[in-house]
C-alpha cells in the first residue's frame, strides 16, 4: 500500500509508548472492488530472522474503517521493534 497516511507513530507516555495509525479503508479506483484493507501491529526482539515477527495480541487482523488505533506499550522489560503490515483482502 503506497499511501503514506498509513504511517504508525511512537508517543512516549510516561513509562509506556504509545503506538498509533490510521486504519484506512480500501480506495474505490479500479482494482479495488470487493477488497477490504486490513492491518497488523507486529513486534520482534530480533531484526536478524525475518521469520520472529508476531502480531501483537488483538492487532492481527484488523480491517480498515478510517478508524485510528492505539496500542500502549510497557517501556520497562525487554527491547522491542514494531512495524505496521497493510494488505488487501
Request: aromatic letters at 8%; charged letters at 10%.
Amino acid at each position: 500500500v503506497s499511501d503514506s497516511a498509513n504511517l504508525i507513530t511512537i508517543t512516549p507516555s510516561g513509562s509506556n509508548i504509545v503506538l498509533a495509525f490510521v486504519a484506512k479503508q480500501a480506495g474505490t479506483g479500479a482494482g479495488y472492488a470487493g477488497l477490504a484493507r486490513h492491518y497488523a501491529l507486529e513486534t520482534t526482539v530480533d531484526l536478524t530472522n525475518a521469520s520472529s515477527w508476531a502480531a501483537l495480541t488483538n492487532y492481527s487482523n484488523i480491517t480498515g474503517a478510517n478508524q485510528t488505533v492505539s496500542s500502549t506499550q510497557s517501556k520497562s522489560g525487554t527491547k522491542a521493534f514494531y512495524r505496521l503490515k497493510v494488505w488487501l483482502e
